[in-house]
């Protein structure tokens, strides 16, 4: 198709007329073993005079027209069906929204004929795609804007508008329990990939900082918690829980200890410090990244850095708490006043909203329904993903999805499965699509203190951790070698017993230059300078 495509702009059938002839096709056929039966029965018998034999049949076409209904439900499982179901819904949406134009003919009785908006509607890849072809037609500025309308006549979702010159594409996805994850089951890796459904990945290096909205008992705490399942077991996780409620308690689980903040005075505190750990960290970064001689300083991940995330919940709450008791007030005597202002605070999150990704810093903030002025501007633009669970409000999804011409509903039921935690996941200015949080298993399988308790605790790294590690073209360059004569000579260490680092670093760097040097001054073999400097088994002590 692709090749059809590029060659000779084939696009897949246009959505027409013939859409109608689908249905009585498909009945058609299957009720041919019916007719053929009775065909050769009464060809064979010749029965047609006896009234018994009508009777029969009758009573069996009527039995087999359930069978026909049951079949076509069935059928409808397979896309191929669901394709030829969704063209005939298309066709009639299309006619019966104006998107047609009647074919003129000379004859006045002739029947009356439509012609449809170029439109094409195919399959691939478990998406749905309807095309569009504009070219300046009448129908180009509502067909820009129909996503709305079509995500209700399929009820899918549509999760991408891809623009071709003279087209518009809709992808829709269907399939939401298809591709949701248990909570138990969420993982993720350093680099920048949080995995919340099994299509549903949070780049949070391409796309720092995430605002959960809910409303309450949508399932933002459930959502949370499932993501801590994923991120400790990479990252550092502090919370920041003021209303003292969902996470307090998770204090005293060894993955967590001294890591859940309630109080605004440490709440407030902890963020400055954050903020400090971050210009610290780019001080580190930048020199490793001299050391390496690199033209430009690449992200926390590659220096071999933790990522680290701030939760908080009940953003709003917390930022009036933080304005109340640490905001300046008219009167207050210089000891009432606390030893860090709002102002600080307040300053230390937008700079970690602002310079926290390269650094690996990132903050996850949870809210109920939002308000334009519930969290500043500069915060609130500069939190790329947001995903909503539950029941939210129009002015939520506006202030949370700008522009999107989609019709935002709140879903409790999937084909009769009562489901927590759906709603919405995009990127800031991008269209967004159906999400299905993490499922949470049932308590006697699962408990997510449980799952904490058995996570080992990660730590950031202090100055003394962090070690410059290279490439092996890297460390092949600082010794002036092939990085094949490299591989050499760490298969001949590896094969005396000798243990290297993970990821070659400084602290290899003098044994090799050993090596290099020993045989540039006697002109001996590889294998005689490893051994003069580790010995025939480097694990064997000698006398
Ligand atoms: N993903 C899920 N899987 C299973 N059950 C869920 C899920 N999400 C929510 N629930 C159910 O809904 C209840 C409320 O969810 P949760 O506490 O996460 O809501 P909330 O948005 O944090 O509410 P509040 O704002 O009032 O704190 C949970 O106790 C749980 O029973």
Redesign the pocket.
């Known amino acids: 198709m692709g090749f059809l495509k590029s060659f000779f702009g084939f696009r897949g059938f246009k959505i027409g007329n013939k859409d109608k002839m689908t249905l009585p096709l498909e009945v058609i056929i299957l009720s041919l073993p019916f007719l053929g039966f009775w065909f050769v029965f009464f060809w064979f018998t010749k029965a047609y005079t006896t009234p018994a034999t009508w009777i029969l049949c009758v009573v069996t076409g009527l039995i087999y027209a359930f069978g026909v209904v049951a079949v076509y439900r069935q059928l409808q499982k397979f896309s191929f069906f669901r394709v030829l179901k969704y063209r005939r819904m298309l066709r009639f949406f299309l006619e019966e929204n104006g998107y047609v134009t009647e074919k003129k003919s000379k004859n006045k009785d002739a029947k009356r004929k439509l012609k449809y908006v170029e439109t094409f509607f195919s399959y691939k890849d478990r998406a749905y795609i309807v095309t569009f072809g504009l070219k300046g037609n009448k129908h180009q500025q509502k067909l820009l804007k129909i996503s709305g309308d079509l995500e209700i006549t399929f009820s899918l979702d549509m999760i991408d508008m891809i623009d071709e010159t003279g087209y518009i594409n809709y992808k829709f996805m269907s399939g939401l329990l298809d591709n949701v994850l248990k909570?138990s089951e969420i993982a993720g890796t350093p680099k920048g990939g949080l995995q919340l459904m099994k299509d549903v990945v949070w780049d949070y290096i391409g796309n720092p900082h995430l605002m959960i909205a809910?409303g309450?008992?949508?399932?933002?705490?459930?959502?949370m918690r499932?993501m801590l399942i994923g991120l400790l077991k990479y990252s550092v996780v502090d919370i920041l829980d003021p209303k003292q409620s969902?996470f307090v308690p998770l204090n005293e689980i060894p993955v967590l200890k001294d890591r859940i903040f309630s109080e605004t005075l440490e709440m407030g505190q902890r963020l400055i410090d954050v903020k400090s750990f971050m210009d610290q960290r780019y001080g580190q970064m930048r020199k490793l990244s001299k050391a390496k001689k690199e033209k430009q300083m690449e992200a926390f991940h590659t220096y071999g850095l933790k990522p680290y995330f701030i939760m908080v919940d009940e953003f709003p709450s917390f930022m009036s708490a933080v304005e109340d008791e640490l905001g300046f007030k008219m009167g207050r005597s210089a000891e009432e006043r606390a030893p860090i202002s709002s102002m600080e605070v307040m300053s230390a999150i937008k700079q970690i909203i602002l310079k926290g990704r390269q650094a690996g810093i990132f903050m996850i903030i949870a809210t109920?329904n939002i308000k334009s002025d519930d969290i500043p501007t500069t915060i609130r633009d500069n939190i790329m993903t947001r995903v909503t669970?539950?029941r939210l409000s129009n002015t939520s999804y506006d202030i949370l999805f700008p522009n999107s011409n989609k019709n935002f509903k709140y879903i409790k039921e999937i084909d009769g499965r009562r489901v927590?935690?759906m709603g919405y996941y995009g990127v800031n200015g991008e269209s967004p699509r159906q999400f299905l949080?993490?499922?949470?298993p049932p308590a006697k399988d699962f408990t997510f203190w449980d799952a904490y308790e058995a996570m080992p605790r990660l730590e950031l790294e202090t100055e003394e951790d962090v070690v410059v590690s290279y490439t092996k073209q890297e460390f092949a360059e600082k010794l002036g070698i092939h990085p094949r004569t490299l591989g050499e000579i760490t298969k001949l260490l590896v094969d005396r017993e000798f243990e290297l680092s993970k990821e070659l670093n400084d602290g290899d760097l003098s044994l090799f230059e050993r090596i290099v040097a020993f045989k540039n001054q006697t002109k001996s073999t590889w294998q005689e300078a490893v051994v003069n400097e580790v010995g025939e088994k480097f694990s064997v002590v000698e006398d």
Do not use: A, R, Y
Request: hydrophobic letters at 25%; zero cysteines.
């Open positions: 909570s809910g309450t008992g949508g399932g933002k705490t459930v959502l499932s969902d109920q669970v539950g927590f935690g949080s993490p499922q949470m």
